[in-house]
């Protein structure tokens, strides 16, 4: 997730020029991903605790990403090499899902998780059968993750008081969603 | 005094003798209307329901109606804990809802059950610090229930359940642990 950064100048102005191709996963990806699946900080908003060794990333990649019905490596346009993911998880109700991403922190503040959130927005509908509704949940307190889901177009809905137990600690989340017949934004 | 008490209702256990009066909102268009199932068409069907869904669920009521010679229910509620995330993420939410017969609508049946289920399973779960409920946008009388139960309205999620196959936006409303509330 992008921290929270000084202003920056108007040249470095987040997502604008940034380009990310999403691709599905690979087993070879296991190295890349430690960079942020090792990484407490990246870890921190998310439900899983960093990873200490490839083995269990590995068990995590095959049992979980490999079958997850939409679960996509964010690469930048001059490499191949994932430098995070992101996904799209179903719920009870075929009609919405649920967004996931998680960034390397050298990556951060520049627009990347913005323009990775945008393509997903941009793609999910077209694949996902009867799929019409994507949400985010985002912690209260997490602004930057807020503004990637509001720079990508999602709508903020609601506050969700004391709505899940994140390790350990009970969470206020924002529930942001984006319909498949929301605005793209280029 | 307890809220149900209050209300002049009783919540209690379903058993396979309540499958009539299961049928009979069930089966009534205008109860099932904001409801994922369809109407029932034969009394087996509320017997099977009876049976496959209510006996075996975490917190299902049947809402009878406190003074009344029969002890019949006239409509039912239910508490789903929200399914538990892998991973470290624990469960510390529920989700409420409720059916009511026609015939007694209009009379706060449906607001002393929702205070009165709250009460209990914020009583019985000290895991509990949620209780959500959602509500058609297009169902005030349900939304009124929800806020004479104490429920605050959050905001409005757009096509986020499948109503019959459409997707509906939804009023979410929550009622958290209170700090003076007792574990």
């Given at each position: 997730m992008e921290k929270s950064q000084e202003p920056q100048p108007a040249a470095a102005a987040?997502?604008?020029?940034v380009e990310v191709t999403l691709r599905r996963f690979d087993l070879a990806d296991v190295d890349a991903m430690m960079a942020w699946a090792s990484d407490p900080e990246a870890a921190a908003p998310c439900r899983w605790e960093p990873y200490e060794s490839t083995d269990p990333l590995l068990v995590y990649l095959r049992d979980t990403v490999l079958p997850h019905p939409w679960f996509r490596a964010i690469c930048l346009a001059?490499?191949?090499?994932?430098v995070g993911a992101v996904s799209v998880t179903p719920t009870a109700d075929a009609c919405r899902a649920e967004l996931g991403y998680v960034l390397a922190r050298a990556h951060w503040g520049k627009g990347v998780a913005t323009a990775a959130v945008r393509r997903v927005v941009a793609t999910v509908f077209g694949e996902v059968e009867g799929l019409e509704r994507v949400e985010a949940l985002v912690d209260v307190r997490n602004a930057a993750s807020q503004r990637v889901l509001e720079k990508a177009g999602f709508r903020r809905e609601a506050v969700l008081r004391k709505y899940c137990v994140l390790k350990g600690d009970v969470k206020d989340m924002i529930i942001y969603s984006f319909l498949s017949t929301d605005p793209l934004v280029s | 005094m307890d809220a149900a008490a209050v209300a002049g209702i009783t919540l209690r256990e379903f058993t396979e003798d309540d499958a009539e009066a299961l049928f009979v909102w069930a089966s009534d268009p205008r109860v099932v209307r904001f409801q994922r199932r369809e109407a029932y068409s034969h009394v087996d069907e509320a017997r099977r329901y009876i049976v496959d869904?209510?006996?075996?669920?975490?917190w299902y009521r049947a809402i009878c109606v406190s003074g009344s010679n029969d002890d019949r229910p006239v409509g039912s509620i239910s508490v789903n804990p929200a399914a538990e995330n892998d991973g470290c993420c624990c469960c510390c939410r529920a989700s409420v809802g409720y059916r009511v017969a026609q015939a007694y609508w209009g009379r706060g049946v449906a607001t002393g059950a929702v205070r009165a289920a709250a009460e209990a399973v914020f009583a019985e779960w000290p895991w509990l610090e949620r209780l959500e409920a959602v509500a058609d946008v297009e169902n005030p009388a349900s939304q009124r229930v929800l806020e004479k139960a104490g429920f605050v309205r959050e905001g409005v999620l757009r096509r986020y359940v499948l109503l019959k196959g459409r997707p509906r936006d939804m009023v979410m409303f929550s009622r958290v642990r209170e700090e003076t509330t007792p574990r």
């Open positions: 987040a997502s604008g020029g001059t490499a191949d090499h994932p | 869904k209510i006996l075996p669920h975490p």
